[in-house]
């Protein structure tokens, strides 16, 4: 078998035609890499600056009372994930700046591609586009190309007239195929590894052997399918096109058909509806700016009751800082409710998608890529619940100063100024830890193995009843 | 007469192939599939823009028979007084669509980006939060939409290159080139007259599918053109991949090396320009975090209100001669109280200010985007269906350009009127009303 593949590995370098097309692809793929360097250093120097800025801003602030920093609020922006130059995934569509204040949480925004005018529907030239689109179609042009000359020289009757075993023949040349392909993945983990070198950790490591096994079985699996049906079918021109039909039905068709159909199957409220339904769950609980509310006269009477006072002016704290953290943990349970149930769509949703894995292999691929990238939307949606738990913190910081912190003299009221605003915590988002993603995209890797070893059986079985002599 | 047999003589060839069936049938799925999809969001746009009128004109009404029945002084909100233009006009309640197009079934375009409704008030501006995009799926969105104009887009031209793909080079790899040029004397008008078939074919099957998408939303041909300028640009994309194709064919010699000629130009128009043109350009010019409109918002917007409030007035007069004499000079009460609700003008001024420069990024990103459309065909078509469909960018914008014109709009009226002591009736509410939703064309 290895001298099979020694024998096809060979005849590829001897032919210069293809041999251009590698060289052609391999500089193509570093390309990709170097321009991803480029726009994450871009884009990250932007995303400091912005950051360095606000956060200048925050620790600047004027002296204000507590609950004017709550409305004054500050903004967090989306850092650029390191693995964006080989999968950029949801970044250029979800938005990038998030508004951070009280009594509301945000909803994230300014993307990349409500910028500018509409342009390229697969995305940015990333190594995930060569990856996925491109080169399993140079793949296919192979493994045909590797059978078919067999075939027209009369060479595969001379050699399993041979003594050749058919079924040792196909896996070598599948194996020789999917070899090519892994080579190019190679080069591109290398070139990326090259660019990254110092930033790249242990986590960015495993993350990115995944991605190479991910690729290596798709390719395996693209490989043996074409392999199969140029050695079982007679006509081999009829083998390349089914197997090119079988690519855009893979590739372009039943992802958007697919993906369309899960956000039916699984609705999302619209934003008319999300809006109201916040706003009428949100009506029911405690409003701290409304002097009239009952239930702000019922937390009245509990805090006068724990303090054994008459009055709110005998209280020894700020009634007003405990009322508006008592506004704001209600309004937590809200946003936990709505937003936590529009994560549960998405959950289902993405769920759903990844059983499309069952019958397009590609389906696993692309979820893999971009969620082992950390660009997919449960990495998005992690970020998301970060900031948000970190507006919690800051919002009951600010309360609890207000409530309990202590005027100053000559002041009418508490006032917080740069000391205070300083000691608050930047936000800094922690990005997910590898081993917490096994349980999302378990499935997307058992369907790519289960695509495999579907395509290995397919070789063997399938050759075992082709007659060829 | 030979050209015109073989032209006929093609349906058979197709017909024959089960392949080539299956493809056409697969692409009608597909641009059915994308014409529903598109009808939904048109469909589901306007049910929401629909809601949202109903909600406030009931709201109105409320206020409308407040001012009727003299009720003043809302029961819960003591410190209203809707006899003022400030309450008066916090209580128009004005909102501004952005009303879908029913040539929205053929190109969902860039609505999904795009928040549609937007309440106006003084503060407003048209990069606020509350303007934030429906709530969809990163990741379908980021897959794409399969619309209409995605299945014309990407999967007419592997259509076409399924349909086209062994013309000829079938013929040459069995031998028989030498007797059907023999047959029919010239061996390129027989090529034309085979792929003449398929591009007509290709082009009815688009008038149809058009044609059964206008049935959905009911695109009117009078009143927008749309149906027409859809037929023509989708005529043209045919024609561009058509004429690519038989040059392909034209020179080929086997039907693998045809295929991977196609393939190739079908990857290089469809994915690596377009993808190219987008890493390019968000290497010049990365995602603004619009820091700018983020300063207006938080440390300038304090730096206003930190002035004193007769350098504000005068800041005000400047911008509103018509205040300079104003009876509220008089009662410093009420002065005091008109300069800090009309400081909302001067707020405007600086988001205004804060904007242009991210405005004037993305329009260099457009200038740009637009100056690759000769190397980039495929997204010109794209924006162009976007355009027809009103999904384009440029949609937006004017959308955007309108929320600031009617934000300046109530501005304007509040402060002319509130400096004037206006007060105000059941009539001026009504006025108001049709004066704060007018857009100026």
Known sequence: MWQIIRNEWQSWMRNRTLLGISIGFVAILCLTIYLGYLQTEAQSERYQSARQHLRHQWENNREMHPHGAVHYGTYVFKPINLLSSLDEGVSSITGNVLRIEGHVQNEIIYSEASQMQANSKFGKLKSSLLLQYIIPLLLIFLAYQSINSEKQSGRLKLLLLQGANPIQLVLAKTFAVTSYGMGLLALTILSYALFHLSQISAEIWGRTILFFCSYSLYYFIIAGFTVFLSFRLKNTSLALTSMLGLWIIWTIFSPHILMSSVEQWHQLPTREAFKKAMKEDRAKGIDGHNPRDERRKELEEQILAKYEVDSLSELPIDFGGILMQADEEYGNEVWDKHFGYIREVLGEQKQSYQLGGILNPFISLQNLSMGLAGNDNWHHQAFLVQAETYRRNLIKTLNDEHAYGTIKEGDDYIKVGPEFFQSIEPFRYQPVPFSATFPIYGLNLTLLIMWSLLAGLLLILGTKNTQIL | ?441
Not at chain 2, 311 to 331: C, G, K
Not at chain 2, 341 to 363: D, F, G, M, Y
Not at chain 2, 417 to 435: G, L, N, R, S, T
């Open chain 2, 1 to 441: 007469m030979k050209n015109m047999t073989t032209f006929l003589y093609e349906w058979k060839h197709f017909v024959r192939s089960p392949f080539k069936m299956l493809a056409l049938l697969l692409f009608i799925v597909a641009s059915v599939y994308g014409l529903h999809k598109g009808a939904h969001v048109f469909q589901k746009q306007r049910a929401e823009v629909e809601k949202m009128e109903q909600k406030v004109e009931e709201e109105r009404q409320i206020y409308l028979s407040a001012y009727q029945e003299g009720l003043f002084v809302p029961e819960d909100r003591p410190w209203v007084d809707m006899r003022t233009p400030l309450w008066a006009i916090e209580y128009a309640w004005v909102y501004h669509y952005k009303v879908p197009s029913p040539a929205m079934v053929y190109s969902i375009g860039q609505s999904e980006q795009y928040g549609f409704i937007k309440k106006i008030t003084r503060w407003a501006s048209p990069y606020d939060t509350d303007l934030a995009e429906e709530i969809a799926n990163p990741e379908r969105l980021q897959t794409g939409t399969l619309d209409f104009s995605f299945a014309l887009l990407f999967l007419s031209p592997l259509l076409l290159l399924v349909l086209v793909y062994n013309i000829q080079s079938m013929e040459t790899e069995q031998g028989f080139m030498p007797l059907i040029e023999v047959q029919n004397g010239s061996k390129r008008s027989w090529l034309v007259s085979r792929m003449m078939f398929y591009v007509l074919l290709l082009c009815l099957v688009n008038v149809l599918l058009i044609s059964y998408g206008a049935t959905l939303t009911g695109v009117e041909i009078a009143s927008s053109l749309a149906l027409g300028q859809v037929i023509l640009y989708s005529f043209a994309y045919v024609a561009f991949w058509s004429l690519l194709y038989f040059l392909i064919l034209q020179g080929g010699k086997s039907i693998s090396e045809n295929t991977l000629k196609m393939v190739g130009m079908y990857l290089i128009f469809a994915f690596i320009i377009p993808a190219t043109v987008s890493q390019y350009l968000s290497i010049r010019r990365p995602a603004s975090l619009m820091t700018a409109f983020l300063d207006a918002k938080l440390d300038k917007r304090w730096d206003i209100w930190d002035q004193p409030p007769y350098d504000r007035q005068a800041q005000l007069v400047e911008l509103f001669p018509e205040i300079a004499d104003s009876p509220l000079l008089r009662d410093t009460t009420k002065l005091d109280r008109a300069i800090r609700e009309s400081t909302s003008a001067l707020e405007n001024q600086l988001q205004k200010a804060s904007i242009r420069p991210v405005e004037e990024e993305n329009e260099a990103k457009n200038t740009f985007i637009k100056r690759t459309f000769w190397f980039n065909p495929v997204s010109f078509f794209q924006n162009r269906f976007n355009s027809v469909a009103q999904t384009h960018y440029d949609d937006y914008q004017n959308y955007r350009d309108e929320i600031q014109q009617l934000v300046d709009v109530q501005i304007q009226v509040l402060i002319l009127d509130m400096w004037a002591d206006k007060k105000v009736d059941e009539e001026q509410y009504v006025k108001y009303y049709e004066i704060l939703r007018k857009l100026e064309k």
